[in-house]
């Protein structure tokens, strides 16, 4: 599996760069097919709290999935967005058993 991570404006600490390898990999507990994972962060409206935005798209053998969401912090922001997208890997997987 592949990961991207694209910052916009801002470069990623080390540290945050190691946390989003180690919970995007965890992706394949639910689905072991899939191709490439793009995580794109980015600060909306930098005077504000919740302002950090993580955007995450899967890509499936036929499917591309996508979640995003903002939260006062990257960190945050990530397993929020994982959250949505194990529950979208969950039906991906359901209906795959089904047909």
């Known amino acids: 599996m592949e990961i991207n991570v694209k910052t916009i404006k801002f470069d990623a600490t080390e540290k945050l ?7 995007v990999g965890k992706l394949e507990k639910f689905c ?8 794109s962060l980015k600060v909306v409206k930098p005077e ?14 036929g499917e591309e999935l996508y979640a995003d969401k903002v939260c006062n912090t990257f960190e945050e922001a990530i397993q929020e967005t ?9 039906k991906y997987k359901e209906k795959q058993a089904a047909k």
């Open 17 to 23: 760069q190691e946390f989003i390898q180690k919970k």
């Open 32 to 39: 072991d097919n899939i191709r490439k994972v793009e995580v």
């Open 48 to 61: 504000t709290a919740l302002n950090k935005q993580a955007a995450i798209t899967v890509s499936l053998p």
């Open 82 to 90: 994982l959250a949505a997208l194990e529950k979208q890997l969950q």
